[in-house]
């Protein structure tokens, strides 16, 4: 595998369901990220973690719970979701995130919908 | 809060077309990407300019950063149908996160 993978590629869930969404990035980066796009919105940063340390929370509801148990692996667990939070979840890499200028590498993302 | 302005929002053309696309602000940035994102894929980096005036080139697309770091241009070149897709800019500044704009959704139709 080469670049930032994102797995499921699609997910429905229920309002009650707790699920989770897996990046694995084989870039030897030490950035990983976090977006949500919706549709007519610009790219929203949702979690940064930079050599496994969080270092932004941009305001996510805490239905979105982050895990980065090394630098090449990031999850977002999900629960109790809302029908807003239906929306394409990218997940992104980049060198480091000290300065946020680095380019970022994306996943193909998750399509997610919430019913 | 910066905002990143991008225009047109939709732009349908023929292939063999020229087109330019914008991306505006009034906050300065320290350097620009310019992305594509297909559909069902995530976004893909084409280029990052970073000094005032600076032009790049690839292939067909030529990149512009505005004298004052405010605004970049895309254009591209005899479009074809394989340029389709969204094309993102992002605007970074030391110490805070990429803003992105929304985003110039491209048709190439044959």
């Known amino acids: 595998e080469t670049g930032v993978t994102q797995t499921p590629r699609h997910l429905v869930m229920g309002m009650t369901n707790k699920k989770s969404l897996k990046c694995e990035q084989h870039l030897g980066h030490n950035a990983m990220y976090w977006y949500k796009q919706s549709a007519k919105k610009p790219l929203e940063l949702m979690f940064v973690y930079n050599f496994k340390e969080q270092t932004e929370n941009n305001s996510v509801p805490s239905r979105f719970s982050p895990e980065c148990p090394n630098s090449s692996h990031l999850f977002l667990h999900l629960h109790t979701l809302q029908p807003e939070d239906s929306a394409l979840y990218l997940c992104a890499s980049s060198q480091a995130a000290s300065v946020f200028s680095y380019e970022q590498y994306f996943g193909p993302g998750t399509r997610l919908t919430v019913t | 809060t910066q905002l990143l302005e991008q225009s047109p929002q939709f732009l349908s053309i023929q292939e063999g077309e020229n087109l330019t696309v914008y991306c505006n602000s009034s906050s300065v940035f320290s350097s620009l990407q310019w992305y594509r994102q297909e559909p069902g894929e995530g976004p893909v980096l084409l280029v990052t300019?970073?000094?005032?005036?600076e032009v790049k080139k690839l292939k067909r697309l030529t990149f512009q950063f505005g004298d004052a770091r405010k605004d970049s241009s895309l254009h591209i070149t005899a479009a074809q149908t394989g340029d389709t897709g969204l094309y993102l800019c992002a605007g970074a500044e030391a110490g805070t996160a990429l803003i992105f704009g929304k985003g110039t959704t491209l048709s190439v139709s044959s």
């Open positions: 300019v970073v000094t005032g005036g």
